[in-house]
């Protein structure tokens, strides 16, 4: 049995890394990403901040499991190019969240708009269900991830 996993394992990565050069290299709209001319970890963070609003620079810390002052670099870094804004927390006054400012919701519209045309061309035939069912798998994989990391 777990042979069958090791195989499905390495069948999935395969799938996935192919997935993403497709979108990248096939998606118009996300070829347009180069302009902004992020490294790999400055797109990432950015995409976690959009994804979870007025979160802290320490909790990103512990999401990604990299020090403090590696994500304060790379938050300075957005902050100066006004990808992201820190704004204080009303109830903690020593605590600030991060949140997109004008670049970082340019980056966002523009995700979406890659995302909408991308889905509307290559989901659209694809049976609700099936999608239904990856979209519940990978949850349970993340949990597990997740809860094994804690």
């Known amino acids: 049995m777990l042979a069958n996993h ?37 797109d990432t963070i950015l995409f976690f901040v959009k994804d979870n609003p007025c979160i802290t620079a320490n909790e990103i810390a512990q999401k990604f499991a990299i020090s403090k002052s590696a994500v304060s670099q790379v938050l ?29 919701l340019a980056y966002q519209a523009l995700s979406d708009e ?5 889905m509307t061309e290559h989901f659209a035939d694809i049976d609700l269900e099936q999608l239904q069912n990856v ?10 991830i997740s809860s094994s990391n804690k």
């Open 76 to 104: 300075s870094k957005l902050e100066a190019r006004n990808f992201i804004k820190r704004e204080a927390n009303p109830t903690n006054h020593r605590e600030f969240f991060i949140v997109l400012a004008k670049e970082g």
């Open 135 to 144: 979209l519940q798998t990978m949850k349970k994989v993340n949990a597990s």
């Open 6 to 42: 090791q195989i499905m394992f390495k069948e999935l990565i395969v799938v996935f890394s192919e997935y993403y050069l497709n979108y990248t290299l096939y998606n118009k709209n996300a070829q347009k990403f180069n302009a902004y001319n992020l490294t790999a970890q400055q």
């Open 114 to 118: 890659a995302d909408k045309e991308f």
